[in-house]
């Protein structure tokens, strides 16, 4: 079963324990910062209730200073959590790319593809 495929995978939403988990809370003043910025449409409390859904955010949108304090802060292995659990439409093709790249996710002219959409 892919990360994709897993019924569980709704972490950019609210984070299931052991899919995403939480950022730790040290870093709570940091994802308030980012998402007052990056998901200006959400209250604090609504969008720090996501964290995994303001990493992406952040990811995708986020200028370089942003993106470098966010990676320091919740690491590597957290930015490919998210990347792998990421929901269809939250990256477009150019920071889907990147982000396989910077992550060593995939080789060059080797990055899958975007996440689809799924209507039932």
Known sequence: MTARSNPLAHPLRSGPPGVLGEVPKEHAALLADLAAKYLWWLTPVEATAMPARVVAQVMHLGDYADVQRLAEAVGDDY??????????????????????????????????????????
């Open 79 to 120: 930015l490919k959590a998210v990347l792998v659990h990421a929901d269809a439409g939250l990256f477009d093709d150019r920071s889907w790319a990147y982000w396989h790249y910077r992550l060593g996710l995939a080789e060059p002219e080797q990055v899958p593809p975007l996440p689809k959409r799924k209507f039932a």
